[in-house]
């Protein structure tokens, strides 16, 4: 990436020709896509290829959430656990968790956490997002 200089600076903002914020968002997105096939060649060198490829969800079920679907209902299901047991081991109501999956309640920051334990999946992977 070529040298990105400021077009003006104050003591709170800099200012930057668009092409090199551009070019910066750029180079940010390839770190973290390096930083994420890393970690996925690492798990790769731990656990095996078929055991990564088993632990994700297939094509249907990554469909499911891109249509609209709760990603904590479709995760549950993959893991083949019900509604209760999910609360139980995560130690959220069952109703709350219920109008967590139903999109009634976006579900505390607490309540994900211990969701996404027990399901073995990073917060960020039970988090709706909408289509675009």
């Known amino acids: 990436m070529a040298h ?5 600076e104050t003591a709170d903002t ?3 020709r668009r092409a090199d914020y551009e070019a910066l968002l750029e180079a940010a997105e390839d770190v973290a ?3 994420a096939l890393a970690a996925f060649d690492r798990r790769v060198a731990t656990e095996g290829l078929a055991a990564v490829r088993a632990d994700g969800l297939t ?9 609209g679907e709760s990603p904590i209902r479709v995760w549950r299901e993959h893991r083949g656990m019900t509604a209760r047991a999910l609360a139980a081991a995560a130690n959220v109501n ?10 009634k ?3 505390s920051a607490a309540a994900l956490v211990r969701l996404a334990n027990v ?8 988090l709706a997002t909408p289509n675009e």
């Open 4 to 8: 990105v200089g400021p077009i003006a």
């Open 14 to 16: 800099v200012t930057l």
């Open 33 to 35: 896509d390096r930083a």
């Open 59 to 67: 094509l249907e079920e990554a469909s499911r959430i891109s249509d």
């Open 94 to 103: 069952s109703a709350y968790l219920s109008e967590i999956e139903g999109g």
């Open 105 to 107: 309640k976006p579900g």
């Open 119 to 126: 399901l073995k999946v990073e917060v960020e992977d039970l």
